[in-house]
C-alpha cells in the first residue's frame, strides 16, 4: 500500500463511502476539517482497489478498538482485539489509536442506570447537570431530564444547548466527584461537548409534555435559542418516517416549486415516499420539474426545504398529523 497521511485516508474512506454518507458524516465536522477534507478529496485522482480495501479495514479495526476501550479500558480492548488478530497487529492497533484518541469522559457513568445517576446529580446546580447530561447517551439524558422538576428541566436544556467548552480542571473535578460517589472508573478527558444539537437530541427522547413545557419555557426566555432548537428537532430527511396520510396532508400545503427545491438534492428514500403518495401524472410533472430545474444555490434547497418542515410542525401543531418520537409510548388512533 503507498504510504498515505491521516488526510489522506481521510478522503479515500469519504471518496470510498460515496457522497450521500460522506455528506452526513460532514454535519458533524468543524468548518476547517471540512475545508480540509474538501481539498484533499479534490486531489484524490483515482483510488486503486487494494488501497480502498486497505483503508477500510484500518478504519474498521480502529473503529472496533475505539469500541472497545469505550466498553472496558485498554486491557479490554487488548485481550480482545488479541484473540481476534493477534498479539502484534492488536499492539500495532492500540498505539496508533492512543495518538487519536482520548477517551469521552464520564463513561462510567454511561454504564450506569439513568434513574441511580439522577439521584446523584438531581441536587447538584443546573450547570452541572447540564454538563453532565451532555456527555451521557442521549437515551440516558432524555429519561434523566423527563424526571427533574420542570423549572429545572428548562434550565437545564438551555445549558446544554448552550455550552461550549469546558476547562479540563472543571471538568476533571466534576467528573471525579461523580466518579468518587459512584466508586468506577473514569478516563481523563477534555472533548467539546453540548450545542444546539445535543439538547436537540436529548429533547427529541423525552416524552411530548416535557418537550412543549421545555421548549414553551425557552420561547419566552430565549426565543432565539428556543427557534434553533425547534428548526432541528424535526429535519427534511425524516419525511420517511411519517405515515402515507401525513405526507398527503402535509404536500397540500406546500408549493410545487419548494417541494421540486427540497427534493432537488433528497435522498432516493425520501424523493420515493414523496412520489408514492402522489398521483402518476402528478409526479411525472414534479420529476420533470427537477430535472430541467438547472442549478440551484444550496441555500434556496435549504430554505425551501425548511419552509416544509415548518408546515409539518404546523400540522403537528394542530392535531392533524403525528410525527413519531422517542421516549413515547403513545398509542394512536
Same mark, same amino acid.
Given at each position: 500500500?503507498?504510504?498515505?497521511?491521516? *488526510?489522506? *485516508?481521510?478522503?479515500?474512506?469519504?471518496? @470510498?463511502?460515496?457522497?450521500?454518507?460522506?455528506?452526513?458524516?460532514?454535519?458533524?465536522?468543524?468548518?476547517?476539517?471540512?475545508?480540509?477534507?474538501?481539498?484533499?478529496?479534490?486531489?484524490?485522482?483515482?483510488?486503486?482497489?487494494?488501497?480502498?480495501?486497505?483503508?477500510?479495514?484500518?478504519?474498521?479495526?480502529?473503529?472496533?478498538?475505539?469500541?472497545?476501550?469505550?466498553?472496558?479500558?485498554?486491557?479490554? !480492548?487488548?485481550?480482545?482485539?488479541?484473540?481476534?488478530?493477534?498479539?502484534?497487529?492488536?499492539?500495532?492497533?492500540?498505539?496508533?489509536?492512543?495518538?487519536?484518541?482520548?477517551?469521552?469522559?464520564?463513561?462510567? !457513568?454511561?454504564?450506569?442506570?439513568?434513574?441511580?445517576?439522577?439521584?446523584?446529580?438531581?441536587?447538584?446546580?443546573?450547570?452541572?447537570?447540564?454538563?453532565?447530561?451532555?456527555?451521557?447517551?442521549?437515551?440516558?439524558?432524555?429519561?434523566?431530564?423527563?424526571?427533574?422538576?420542570?423549572?429545572?428541566?428548562?434550565?437545564?436544556?438551555?445549558?446544554?444547548?448552550?455550552?461550549?467548552?469546558?476547562?479540563?480542571?472543571?471538568?476533571?473535578?466534576?467528573?471525579?466527584?461523580?466518579?468518587?460517589?459512584? @466508586?468506577?472508573?473514569?478516563?481523563?478527558?477534555?472533548?467539546?461537548?453540548?450545542?444546539?444539537?445535543?439538547?436537540?437530541?436529548?429533547? @427529541?427522547?423525552?416524552?411530548?409534555?416535557?418537550?412543549?413545557?421545555?421548549?414553551?419555557?425557552?420561547?419566552?426566555?430565549?426565543?432565539?435559542?428556543?427557534?434553533?432548537?425547534? *428548526?432541528?428537532?424535526?429535519?427534511?430527511?425524516?419525511?420517511?418516517?411519517?405515515?402515507?396520510?401525513?405526507?398527503? *396532508?402535509?404536500?397540500?400545503?406546500?408549493?410545487?416549486?419548494?417541494?421540486?427545491?427540497?427534493?432537488?438534492?433528497?435522498?432516493?428514500?425520501?424523493?420515493?415516499?414523496?412520489?408514492?403518495?402522489?398521483? /402518476?401524472?402528478?409526479?411525472?410533472?414534479? /420529476?420533470?420539474?427537477?430535472?430541467?430545474?438547472?442549478?440551484?444555490?444550496?441555500?434556496?434547497?435549504?430554505?425551501?426545504?425548511?419552509?416544509?418542515?415548518?408546515?409539518?410542525?404546523?400540522?403537528?401543531?394542530?392535531?392533524?398529523?403525528?410525527? !413519531?418520537?422517542?421516549?413515547?409510548?403513545?398509542?394512536?388512533?
Amino acid at each position: 500500500m503507498v504510504e498515505m497521511n491521516g *488526510k489522506q *485516508k481521510a478522503a479515500v474512506l469519504l471518496v @470510498s463511502l460515496g457522497p450521500e454518507l460522506s455528506a452526513q458524516i460532514y454535519r458533524h465536522l468543524r468548518d476547517e476539517e471540512i475545508e480540509v477534507l474538501t481539498r484533499e478529496i479534490a486531489n484524490t485522482a483515482s483510488i486503486r482497489a487494494g488501497v480502498r480495501d486497505e483503508v477500510f479495514n484500518e478504519f474498521y479495526e480502529m473503529y472496533l478498538a475505539r469500541e472497545y476501550v469505550e466498553q472496558g479500558g485498554i486491557d479490554y !480492548a487488548r485481550e480482545l482485539l488479541e484473540k481476534a488478530l493477534g498479539a502484534a497487529r492488536a499492539e500495532a492497533i492500540l498505539s496508533r489509536l492512543a495518538s487519536t484518541m482520548k477517551a469521552r469522559p464520564f463513561s462510567f !457513568a454511561r454504564k450506569t442506570d439513568p434513574n441511580q445517576l439522577l439521584n446523584f446529580i438531581q441536587n447538584e446546580h443546573p450547570q452541572t447537570i447540564a454538563l453532565i447530561l451532555a456527555y451521557l447517551n442521549p437515551e440516558q439524558a432524555g429519561m434523566i431530564l423527563s424526571a427533574l422538576p420542570p423549572e429545572i428541566q428548562v434550565d437545564v436544556a438551555k445549558r446544554v444547548a448552550t455550552l461550549d467548552r469546558t476547562t479540563p480542571e472543571i471538568l476533571k473535578e466534576i467528573e471525579q466527584t461523580l466518579e468518587n460517589r459512584l @466508586s468506577a472508573f473514569a478516563i481523563e478527558d477534555y472533548t467539546m461537548a453540548g450545542g444546539i444539537d445535543a439538547a436537540v437530541e436529548i429533547l @427529541s427522547l423525552v416524552d411530548r409534555t416535557t418537550e412543549k413545557t421545555i421548549l414553551d419555557a425557552l420561547e419566552e426566555e430565549d426565543p432565539e435559542l428556543a427557534e434553533a432548537i425547534l *428548526k432541528r428537532m424535526f429535519v427534511f430527511e425524516d419525511i420517511i418516517t411519517l405515515d402515507d396520510r401525513a405526507i398527503q *396532508k402535509v404536500l397540500r400545503e406546500i408549493d410545487t416549486r419548494d417541494l421540486a427545491l427540497a427534493l432537488k438534492t433528497a435522498s432516493e428514500d425520501v424523493a420515493n415516499r414523496i412520489y408514492k403518495n402522489m398521483s /402518476k401524472r402528478a409526479a411525472d410533472m414534479l /420529476k420533470e420539474d427537477i430535472e430541467f430545474m438547472g442549478p440551484v444555490r444550496l441555500r434556496d434547497i435549504e430554505e425551501a426545504q425548511q419552509k416544509i418542515v415548518a408546515s409539518i410542525r404546523r400540522l403537528e401543531e394542530a392535531g392533524e398529523i403525528v410525527i !413519531a418520537r422517542g421516549g413515547e409510548d403513545e398509542v394512536i388512533v
